[in-house]
């Protein structure tokens, strides 16, 4: 019994980390902070709570389907351990060497569907995660993969209902500064992606 409970809590961990750092909720602060600061707080939280719910259904969506059309063109785990590897360590690279500051904050807006974009996707669940998603569902339980991506949504809510008070916490420079650190980590774990799909192409 304990060690089943071991082994959940092993793989839920495996799960959720590279989704948080590929969600980067923290360094997205001052994107949802620009785009609605001519928002009431109860405007904001329901464009929050609609964000959530549209990178939900996202995500859940194209884990079935992409599993779906893998098995139907023979696409193995270790082909796409490595195309995924290569695509977020690219997006990882474009997050480091980004620049911030004022010329990269969006203009305000008061506009109800930006729950479902920019905010639901790409901010909250873009290619990172569902590059994410589908590798790990190759090497974990597709259970397993759902609860760590609801976790992480609902971490993001959390981040997100608390964006003012993070961000005068925090500061634009320790903003941009967990953006970046949050690049390195999925750069690393995308090479990580890439060696193990390489190991897989070795062995079989």
């Given amino acids: 019994m304990l060690e089943a409970l071991v082994w959940t809590v092993q793989q839920l961990l495996l799960g959720f980390i590279p989704l948080f750092v590929a969600m980067d909720s923290v360094g997205t602060l001052p994107f949802l902070l620009g ?3 001519e928002m009431s707080p109860g405007e904001r939280a329901r464009l929050i709570r609609l964000a959530i719910f549209t990178g939900l259904g996202i995500g859940l969506g194209f884990l079935a389907v992409g599993q779906t059309v893998f098995a139907l063109l023979g696409i193995t785990s270790a082909s796409f351990l490595v195309a995924g590897g290569v695509i977020l360590f690219i997006l ?3 997050e480091i060497l980004r620049g911030g500051g004022p010329a990269s904050e969006p203009r305000p807006r008061r506009d109800e569907y ?3 974009a920019p905010l639901g996707t790409p901010l909250v669940v873009g290619p990172a995660v569902l590059a994410t998603l589908l590798v790990l569902v190759q090497r974990h339980p597709v259970v397993i993969v759902v609860v760590a991506f609801a976790l992480n949504l609902a971490l993001t809510w959390f981040i997100f209902t608390q964006a003012s008070r993070i ?7 320790g903003l941009l500064a967990v953006a970046k650190v949050a690049g390195l980590l ?7 992606m ?6 897989a192409f070795l062995a079989s």
Avoid: F, N, P, Y
């Fill in 92 to 94: 990882a690279a474009g």
């Fill in 35 to 37: 785009l609605t600061k």
């Fill in 194 to 199: 890439v060696r193990r799909g390489i190991m």
């Fill in 186 to 192: 999925l750069a690393a774990i995308a090479v990580d």
């Fill in 167 to 173: 961000a005068r916490a925090l500061g634009q420079a």
């Fill in 114 to 116: 930006m729950g479902v």
